[in-house]
Nanobody, 119 residues
Framework: QAQLVESGGGLVEAGGSLRLSCVVSGPIFPVNTMSWYRQPPGNERELVALQTSARATKYGDSVRGRFTISRDDQKNTVYLQMTSLKPEDTAVYYC?????????????WGKGTLVTVSS
């Protein structure tokens, strides 16, 4: 089963930028969706952005126009470029891999990386 490791989180001032990376190790089924979710303190986990293996993308309303998801399948890596960061973007950011196998779907999560945006 694939394993996911996120990196790139940290402390940044409002208006700044960060790029998160998620490296996937292990075999990956070619039909898949890679996503970024986040969980702000005291709140539920929410979708930030996703990109399918066919390169379709979707963004959460609160990040559309500020964040960009991309993936490098040669490196088994998905990125989240975050710009114009706001204090409300503070959260633990999680990477998710969803593999769409015939007859089943397998989801795998990373352990998360903390992003803190100061005002």
């Amino acid at each position: 089963q694939a394993q996911l490791v996120e990196s790139g989180g940290g402390l940044v001032e409002a208006g700044g930028s960060l790029r998160l990376s998620c490296v996937v190790s292990g075999p990956i089924f070619p039909v898949n969706t890679m996503s970024w979710y986040r969980q702000p303190p005291g709140n539920e986990r929410e979708l930030v952005a996703l990109q399918t293996s066919a390169r379709a993308t979707k963004y959460g309303d609160s990040v559309r126009g500020r964040f960009t998801i991309s993936r490098d399948d040669q490196k088994n890596t998905v990125y989240l470029q975050m710009t114009s960061l706001k204090p409300e973007d503070t959260a633990v950011y999680y990477c998710n891999l969803q593999e769409w196998r015939p007859g089943s779907a397998i989801g795998t999560w990373g352990k998360g990386t903390l992003v803190t945006v100061s005002s």
